[in-house]
Each structure stands twice: as C-alpha cells, then as structure tokens.
C-alpha cells in the first residue's frame, strides 16, 4: 500500500504527469471535442494517455475532469451528468495506477466571470458546481484533489474552502496561475496567495500553466519560503510560449532544458514537479532521467525572497473630468449621438456642435451598439473634444476587445484626453452585421468598472505602477425595472462599490416609474442620468418596447400612437408626450440623458434648449459631489 500522499512527499519529490488535453489533441483526438466526455464516451482513449504518462515515470497522475463542471459540460448538454462524468474519470485513472501511483483529481476555475458580475450565476450556483464535481471524484477513489489553473485568489480560496467541506478526507493542492515576475494577472503576489490558500485548507501549494518556465521559476521564488515552514510545493509548468503553425500550437521548451529547470525549483522546495500545456510522456521521461538529487530542505533564514509588504498606499481616485466639470445649480445633461456606420463623420460632428452650444454638458458615444459596425467612438470623442471643447463619453463594452486590449485602450483615451467612460457588458455579437464575429467578453461591466477605478488609482490589472493617473469619470449603466427593481437596485450597488460615479439609466418612458426610481436608489450615493428617448413613430415604440431588452413603452402611449396613420402625426403626439414628461421630472432627477432616436439629433436639440430656457436645476445631487 502507497503512504498517504501528503505523509510521502513531505520527504520525497513526487513526479507528476503532463498535459492531457494537448496531448490527446496531438493524438488525434478531434480539436474543440469536449475532453471529459471521453470519460463515459471513449474511457479506453484516456485510460491509454494514462498507461503512457505511468511508463513514463508519473507517481501521480490527473484524472480527466479539468474542465468538467456544470457550467462547461452546459455547451455540450451534460450538466446533468457532472457527477457521473467526475466518477467516471476518477475510475479510470484509478485503474491504470494499481497500488504504486497517486491519482489527483482535478478540478479547473468554473469558466463563470467570477465575482458574479452580472449575477446571472451566483457563488452559491458556484459552490453547488464544485461540490458535485468533487463528490463524483472522491466516489471514484482518488487520492488527492487538486484544484488547478486558477487565475483569480477570491476563486481559487471558494474552491478549496468547498474541496475541504465536502471531503475532509482528502488533502487539496491548491495551484494558481502567476503569469509574470510571481504575481497573479491582477498583481496578487504568489506568497500572498500561498499563505491564504494554506489557510482556506490546501496541505499543499503551487503553480501551474502560465507564461513557460522561466516565469514559473519566478513564482515558485517568491513562495520558496512556505517550503521552510514545512509547506510542499507543486509546479507544472508550460513547454515554454506556443506558437500558431498552421492548424497547430507548438510549445518550443525541449524535455532536457526544462527538466534543468525543474531543478531550481525543487531546490526551492518543489516536491510535485509535472508538466502542463503542451508536455508530454516524453517530457516526464526526461524528468524521471535527471531529476536525481534530493530535495533541499528550505530554512527560513536561507530564504532571500521574502513576502512584500506594501509601504505605498494607492492614492483615492477623484470623481473624474466629466462630473468635475458640472456647472453648479443646473440640471445636468448628457445627449447621445451614434458614431456614423459609414466614413461621413460631419453630420455627427456637427450635431455634436449644435448640442453643445445649446448647453450640454457632455456627448455620449456608443460603441457598435446591438453588434453593428460603426466608426469607432474613441476616434469620435477625440474630434468632438478638439472641435466643441465638450465632454465626450465613450461606452466601452467587454464584447470586442480582450483585457489587454481594453487596457491598453482605456490608455489611449487617457492620453487622447478624454475622461468619462460608461462601463458596458455589450450586447451579444450574434445579431451583428459583419461576418465571422463572435464576442470576447474578458471582462464584463463590473469587471471593467474595476479595470477604470484601477487605472484613476494608476495602476493597471497587474498592480504595476503606470506613473499617472487616469482621471475617468467612471459611468455605470442602470437598468431600472418597476415592477422587479431589487436585482438591478443590487447590481447597481456593487457597480458603485467597484468603483462606479454616476450611472446612465436604459430610456424610461413614465414620470411615476423615475420618481420611484429615484426614491428607491437614494442611498445610492452618485448622481443617476435619467435615460429619455423621444419616440418618433408607432412602429418605433413597438420596436424598443418588444425587441430591445430592458426598454417597457407604457401600453397606454403605445395605444395612443397607433391610433394615428401618418407617422407625422405619430411624432407630434410622442414628442408632446415626451415634452410633458421632462417638465414632471425636471424638478427631483440627478441629470439628464438624452438618446437621438435614429440618430436624429436635431429632435434632442430641442429638448436641450427647452431645459436651459427653463432653467431646471434637477436636484441638486451633482452640487454635492
């Protein structure tokens, strides 16, 4: 019988195995197949992949279930098979390792944005997903669970504190992700997060995947000194940075440098060593071959990479430029304009210049909204902001631009000057007009609001220092529903305190509805703009009110215009209306958002002219800030 795992690498390095999706891939298993299906699909497929890494030299292999968790099984329509699926790779790999060889069953991040930023999921669906996922592989035998590839701490902290509740009996590997110099993609140091998933629960701590070895190295560094407090580590690095050729990802690192490597870091206090993308049976080969020295035991007093404590505070972001710049003791506007779909930008432009010499206080730009091309609004913002002096607010969408994108982007508009942004999730990119587009989605609304407050604090996703700070008046979109307004009232609250000054509401079409609206979001301490979207036609209000999501058009007004025939008439009955309700509102509402509809801006003009001609002084909140 195998002493129990944690007892035997304590004082042993244990050699794990290598990747298996790759692997299999390279073994012609078909590409984008859903892997840990071919526990119950092609189980003989796995058990061989297994076999193979056990010749090689593995003491400890992972069972097949990386990524087989509800939310992922979901695309393929077996997540209601998670636990069958779990049981079923624990078995196998249960089986090709006999007495001698350890089997670990792994667990990946769920694929869920996390934190539930736009709470279609919640940390208890999250918690309920892994607790089934791990009672399948303690069912099926495994000795050890490992709970890899996280990215995030918060995450990675959820899954141990579930591995170790729901099977006490098992000892948790916890493994994150440090992409560079030991730190997480959000600047969360490697013994930072060793010392918190030692505490959630994990008997063991590590790295896995990343940016290649010399990375991995950097990490396993900045933990060297949890190995002199008794604490084994574990690290499964990449075959160095692939590379696209063709159809194939080539992973460059050869089995004879990176098992020099492995060397450091077990003389770091690695007692799991593996590999990870792209590795193989021939990598662990080579492990096994030159991996002969014993580990070195770590003393703390030996350890020169000491845990950092930070001497600096992050200076507190201000409000931003847009609500910096609001004139005292007027009602707040902002107007939307649509960047144009063509290369003709002067009919904007120039309504843009209309708008704001009748007193607007910003231009409000969307990027493609419902996934159609148009110019880009950064590019747009700048030239209204060099020809009308005005504000100009960018919406920013998570739909078509990756994290490192967005960053670098939201770096641009900075040095571009422009200093109010509207963080958007972005509508889905399956009603766009262009071919071959699908959507990114890195980063969702409260991610971004995150991303924005990051970067006024002048610091980016990573924690590094960007020298200055931005000054982006960060803008949330609220969408307010009457007759069910606690969860947005509550997405609302957490938008605020990641970070969020002000927030954009969807159109509202009901004096009653945003006089509640404002009363149920007092406590809400940032001015809301009240979304008004003037109807021009019967057909245009049946549109919004059943075809765009969030957007109610009272029965009563939509009745109203379709006893009209002539769309002339249908517009001066709904721009009537629209007038009468500015005038009910004017008094109790933070500001103003006014959208062009069809990017007809000349019909909001006059709008705007109506309110600075009575002038409306809105609440007061802004006076405040």
């Given at each position: 019988?195998?002493?129990?795992?944690?007892?035997?690498?304590?004082?042993?390095?244990?050699?794990?195995?290598?990747?298996?999706?790759?692997?299999?891939?390279?073994?012609?298993?078909?590409?984008?197949?859903?892997?840990?299906?071919?526990?119950?699909?092609?189980?003989?497929?796995?058990?061989?992949?297994?076999?193979?890494?056990?010749?090689?030299?593995?003491?400890?292999?992972?069972?097949?279930?990386?990524?087989?968790?509800?939310?992922?099984?979901?695309?393929?329509?077996?997540?209601?098979?998670?636990?069958?699926?779990?049981?079923?790779?624990?078995?196998?790999?249960?089986?090709?390792?006999?007495?001698?060889?350890?089997?670990?069953?792994?667990?990946?991040?769920?694929?869920?944005?996390?934190?539930?930023?736009?709470?279609?999921?919640?940390?208890?669906?999250?918690?309920?997903?892994?607790?089934?996922?791990?009672?399948?592989?303690?069912?099926?035998?495994?000795?050890?669970?490992?709970?890899?590839?996280?990215?995030?701490?918060?995450?990675?902290?959820?899954?141990?504190?579930?591995?170790?509740?729901?099977?006490?009996?098992?000892?948790?590997?916890?493994?994150?992700?440090?992409?560079?110099?030991?730190?997480?993609?959000?600047?969360?140091?490697?013994?930072?997060?060793?010392?918190?998933?030692?505490?959630?629960?994990?008997?063991?701590?590590?790295?896995?995947?990343?940016?290649?070895?010399?990375?991995?190295?950097?990490?396993?560094?900045?933990?060297?000194?949890?190995?002199?407090?008794?604490?084994?580590?574990?690290?499964?690095?990449?075959?160095?940075?692939?590379?696209?050729?063709?159809?194939?990802?080539?992973?460059?690192?050869?089995?004879?440098?990176?098992?020099?490597?492995?060397?450091?870091?077990?003389?770091?206090?690695?007692?799991?060593?593996?590999?990870?993308?792209?590795?193989?049976?021939?990598?662990?080969q080579e492990f096994r071959s030159a991996l002969k020295i014993k580990p070195v035991r770590i003393q703390l007093q030996d350890v020169e990479i000491q845990e950092k404590v930070r001497?600096?505070?992050?200076?507190?972001?201000?409000?931003?430029?847009?609500?910096?710049?609001?004139?005292?003791?007027?009602?707040?506007?902002?107007?939307?304009?649509?960047?144009?779909?063509?290369?003709?930008?002067?009919?904007?432009?120039?309504?843009?210049?209309?708008?704001?010499?009748?007193?607007?206080?910003?231009?409000?730009?969307?990027?493609?909204?419902?996934?159609?091309?148009?110019?880009?609004?950064?590019?747009?913002?700048?030239?209204?902001?060099?020809?009308?002096?005005?504000?100009?607010?960018?919406?920013?969408?998570?739909?078509?631009?990756?994290?490192?994108g967005l960053q670098s982007r939201m770096m641009e508009a900075y040095l571009l000057g422009i200093e109010a942004v509207l963080a958007v999730s972005g509508d889905s990119a399956a009603?766009?007009?262009?071919?071959?587009?699908?959507?990114?989605?890195?980063?969702?609304?409260?991610?971004?609001?995150?991303?924005?407050?990051?970067?006024?604090?002048?610091?980016?996703?990573?924690?590094?220092?960007?020298?200055?700070?931005?000054?982006?008046?960060?803008?949330?979109?609220?969408?307010?529903?009457?007759?069910?307004?606690?969860?947005?009232?509550?997405?609302?609250?957490?938008?605020?305190?990641?970070?969020?000054?002000?927030?954009?509401?969807?159109?509202?079409?009901?004096?009653?509805?945003?006089?509640?609206?404002?009363?149920?979001?007092?406590?809400?301490?940032?001015?809301?703009?009240?979304?008004?979207?003037?109807?021009?036609?019967?057909?245009?209000?049946?549109?919004?009110?059943?075809?765009?999501?969030?957007?109610?058009?009272?029965?009563?007004?939509?009745?109203?215009?379709?006893?009209?025939?002539?769309?002339?008439?249908?517009?001066?009955?709904?721009?009537?209306?629209?007038?009468?309700?500015?005038?009910?509102?004017?008094?109790?509402?933070?500001?103003?958002?006014?959208?062009?509809?069809?990017?007809?801006?000349?019909?909001?003009?006059?709008?705007?002219?109506?309110?600075?001609?009575?002038?409306?002084?809105?609440?007061?909140?802004?006076?405040?800030?």
């Amino acid at each position: 019988m195998k002493p129990p795992f944690i007892e035997y690498v304590q004082s042993h390095v244990v050699l794990g195995d290598g990747a298996l999706g790759s692997y299999l891939f390279e073994r012609g298993v078909e590409r984008g197949r859903n892997l840990d299906l071919l526990n119950v699909q092609a189980p003989d497929v796995i058990f061989n992949a297994h076999e193979e890494y056990i010749r090689a030299g593995s003491q400890l292999i992972e069972t097949n279930t990386f990524g087989a968790n509800r939310f992922k099984l979901r695309e393929s329509g077996a997540e209601e098979r998670v636990e069958e699926i779990n049981r079923a790779g624990a078995e196998i790999a249960v089986k090709a390792a006999g007495h001698q060889v350890y089997v670990a069953g792994s667990v990946g991040p769920s694929g869920i944005n996390f934190p539930c930023d736009d709470e279609e999921f919640t940390a208890d669906d999250i918690c309920e997903s892994l607790r089934e996922q791990i009672r399948g592989l303690a069912a099926g035998g495994v000795d050890v669970l490992i709970i890899e590839t996280f990215s995030r701490l918060d995450e990675v902290l959820l899954a141990i504190e579930v591995a170790h509740s729901e099977a006490p009996e098992l000892p948790v590997i916890g493994q994150m992700v440090f992409p560079a110099r030991g730190t997480t993609v959000q600047g969360d140091d490697a013994l930072t997060c060793g010392r918190a998933m030692i505490k959630a629960g994990a008997a063991m701590v590590g790295t896995n995947c990343g940016r290649g070895i010399d990375a991995m190295v950097s990490a396993i560094g900045r933990m060297a000194s949890l190995a002199g407090e008794g604490i084994p580590l574990s690290a499964f690095p990449n075959a160095g940075l692939p590379e696209l050729v063709g159809h194939r990802m080539i992973y460059p690192a050869q089995p004879g440098y990176m098992a020099s490597r492995a060397k450091e870091m077990i003389r770091k206090g690695v007692h799991l060593i593996g590999g990870c993308c792209g590795t193989a049976p021939s990598h662990i080969q080579e492990f096994r071959s030159a991996l002969k020295i014993k580990p070195v035991r770590i003393q703390l007093q030996d350890v020169e990479i000491q845990e950092k404590v930070r001497d600096d505070i992050l200076p507190e972001p201000r409000n931003g430029g847009f609500l910096e710049t609001l004139q005292p003791g007027r009602l707040p506007i902002i107007a939307e304009l649509d960047p144009p779909t063509h290369l003709d930008a002067e009919s904007v432009l120039l309504g843009a210049e209309r708008l704001a010499k009748a007193g607007v206080d910003a231009i409000s730009l969307g990027e493609n909204p419902l996934a159609i091309l148009r110019a880009g609004n950064l590019g747009m913002a700048s030239l209204i902001r060099q020809r009308t002096g005005v504000q100009a607010i960018i919406h920013q969408t998570g739909r078509d631009i990756n994290a490192l994108g967005l960053q670098s982007r939201m770096m641009e508009a900075y040095l571009l000057g422009i200093e109010a942004v509207l963080a958007v999730s972005g509508d889905s990119a399956a009603g766009t007009d262009q071919p071959g587009v699908s959507g990114v989605f890195d980063l969702r609304s409260a991610g971004l609001i995150q991303m924005l407050d990051s970067l006024n604090r002048g610091m980016n996703m990573a924690g590094r220092p960007l020298k200055q700070q931005t000054n982006f008046s960060i803008g949330a979109a609220f969408s307010f529903r009457p007759a069910s307004p606690d969860l947005q009232i509550r997405r609302l609250e957490k938008k605020t305190a990641y970070g969020a000054r002000y927030a954009m509401t969807q159109p509202l079409f009901s004096a009653d509805e945003i006089e509640q609206m404002m009363e149920q979001v007092q406590h809400i301490d940032i001015p809301i703009f009240t979304g008004i979207f003037p109807l021009i036609s019967s057909r245009n209000a049946e549109f919004l009110h059943n075809e765009v999501p969030g957007i109610y058009v009272p029965v009563e007004l939509r009745k109203q215009l379709a006893r009209f025939e002539e769309v002339s008439d249908q517009r001066k009955v709904a721009l009537e209306y629209t007038t009468g309700l500015l005038e009910k509102i004017s008094s109790f509402i933070d500001g103003l958002y006014l959208i062009s509809p069809l990017n007809k801006w000349d019909i909001i003009l006059d709008f705007v002219v109506q309110a600075r001609q009575a002038g409306w002084k809105g609440s007061g909140r802004v006076d405040r800030l």
